[in-house]
């Protein structure tokens, strides 16, 4: 180090000096790590000789005391760990790991609400306090996007708070886009003083991105095991919004109708695929991620046991691929786009736009328009619904149908526990006879109806079994 000047060994490992690239006369120590080739540099904060050969001598026992008892000696920001992390991150995402947009919102939380909240604090110092106190802290500091868990009020300079940070955010996008800006963006405050609150969804997602920072930082041993934080404070859970069955009729019966208003071929195509799209999300119950990723190749007719034909797809999204079965429909469905695609051939992606060019938004525009023209845009929560919603009216249904949750969470790529975290109230209503049983004006049904009921049922049975066997003969 060319800076180093007036150096004294006091011991091996153990040197004190001066800087030559600064005006002040205060020494400093060196510190050689034991078993490890690192150092660490400490300001003795003295210009006295004697006094910094003493002060050396008590950080070095303070280093081999840290060492002893797994304290931390290195010293670091919160928001220099959180991008380290980050790094790990974009690793995995290129080893295909996980997904590309993960470390995208890995980067927006870390570099976003956790940097204004513990950006600049030590790693070591976050204890129990300030991670419990993150939710209210995130409460009155963001603002969210939707009004279902109530609005706030704020005051103008909270108001202009919040405009420069959409400033802020829209300059780095241009940045990240290559795009030399030329002028500071400006973002005017917003009229309205009201805002709704941050979602307890966004805050438990972005306290498991703090969590595994965290987690980060005992694995490089830059803080101690017991700065774990596994538990999470209880939140408010959403219940995830579905169409009904008499919605999703409604939805059937209104898209045809919508097909056929459309003045121009173009939204005649457009139209036809989008309502078809609808179908067959909410017949699979696949991501939209799947959705734009599903290739002419990835499926396959089928026939199940009973020599029914059905439709096979492999899809692929979230970095998990999985074989989904569907309903004969669904590959008729499939042919009503292929009939007007100009993207056939088996690499080409089933879901373009009108030239044949892979969809980049899977027609959310025309997803609410077609959501407006039902009266179905909002759920019962107040909420606009958005594509997602399909998967779960699949789920749904399916379970109020009385499929297994182990079988409906291979079908749709997720855990049993994710299916009954989420779809729980739909047992509720599965086993009404159960929960109302012994109520006044309920009665269950008489053991003789459903005797007579059972052997209705294995008499029918029997008797289409035996038609089958004669056609197989005659055949």
Known sequence: MAFVTEKEELKPGLIIFRRGDVAHRMWYCRMKMPKA?????????????EAARGRAFDQDADIR??????????????????????????????????????????????????????GSTQVHLIGDELWGGYPAWRRVNGAGRNKRNGVREVSDEMAQAFADNEAERRTKV?????????KPIKVKPSDERTVPFISDSTIRFEMSIFGAVMN???????????????????????????????????????????????????????HTVTYNMILIACNTGMRPAEMKNL???????????????IVVLFVQGKGKSRKLVAPKSVGDYLERIRAISKATEPEDRVFTNI????????????????LNEANLREGTQGVPRSPYCFRHTYATLRLQEGVDVYFLAEQMGTSVHMIEEHYGHVNTI???????????????????????????SKAAETHDKSRRGQHRRTG
């Open 37 to 49: 080739d690192r150092y660490k540099t400490v300001s003795l904060k003295t210009s006295a000789k």
């Open 174 to 182: 241009q940045h990240t886009r290559g795009i030399r800006v030329l």
């Open 430 to 456: 599965k086993h009404a006879d159960r929960v109302l049983q012994g109520m006044a004006g309920w009665e269950l049904p008489h053991p003789e109806v459903d005797v007579t009921r059972a052997k209705a």
């Open 355 to 370: 030239a044949g060019k892979p969809a980049k938004s899977l027609y959310t525009s025309l997803i609410a328009d077609l």
């Open 65 to 118: 005391f840290r060492i002893k008892h797994d304290v931390p000696v290195f010293n670091r920001p919160f928001r220099e760990v959180g991008r380290e992390y980050l790094l790990t991150q974009e690793a995995r995402a290129q080893r295909g790991e996980i997904g590309k947009a993960r470390p995208k919102k890995i980067r927006a939380i870390i570099e976003g609400a956790l940097d204004k909240y513990v």
């Open 216 to 270: 980060y930082a005992i694995k490089k041993r830059y803080v101690p095991a017991s700065q774990r934080f596994d538990e999470r404070p209880k939140l408010k859970t959403m219940r995830r919004d579905e169409f009904t069955l008499e919605e999703y009729r409604q939805l059937h019966t209104v898209g045809r109708k919508w097909i056929g208003e459309a003045d121009k071929p173009s939204s005649v195509w457009y």
């Open 295 to 309: 290739r002419w190749r990835d499926i396959m007719p089928a026939k199940d046991r009973e020599g029914r034909e």
